[in-house]
Nanobody, 115 residues
Framework: QVQLVESGGGLVQPGGSLRLSCVAS????????MYWVRQAPGKGLAFVAA????????TYADSVKGRFTISRDNVKNTLYLQMDSLKSHDTAVYYC????????RGQGTQVTVSS
């Protein structure tokens, strides 16, 4: 069955950085678009970033463009999200997902941006 396991979240000050990882199993990772989505307190799931199966195409939500970088390692079946210049409104649970809507996603990792 599909398994997506995120890690790397934590508490960081505004302007800081974090790198999230997601290890995938149970499906053909190298053949799949992959996504990061997030859920801020009291809000629904929101698209963050997507990456094509070969890693050559990435798309981002306007709110994170220029600050976040999505990448992947198809040998390690791992998806990454490098988050720089973090802001308080980036506080959320971050999920890796097989789809843009976050229907098939992992358990999530908490990112809190606060001084």
């Amino acid at each position: 069955q599909v398994q997506l396991v995120e890690s790397g979240g934590g508490l960081v000050q505004p302007g800081g950085s974090l790198r999230l990882s997601c290890v995938a199993s149970g499906f053909s990772f190298a053949s799949s678009w992959m996504y990061w989505v997030r859920q801020a307190p009291g809000k629904g799931l929101a698209f963050v970033a997507a990456i094509y199966r070969d890693g050559m195409v990435q798309t981002y939500a306007d709110s994170v463009k220029g600050r976040f970088t999505i990448s992947r390692d198809n040998v390690k079946n791992t998806l990454y999200l490098q988050m720089d210049s973090l802001k308080s409104h980036d506080t959320a649970v971050y999920y890796c997902s097989k789809d843009r809507q976050g229907v098939t996603r992992g358990q999530g990792t908490q990112v809190t941006v606060s001084s």
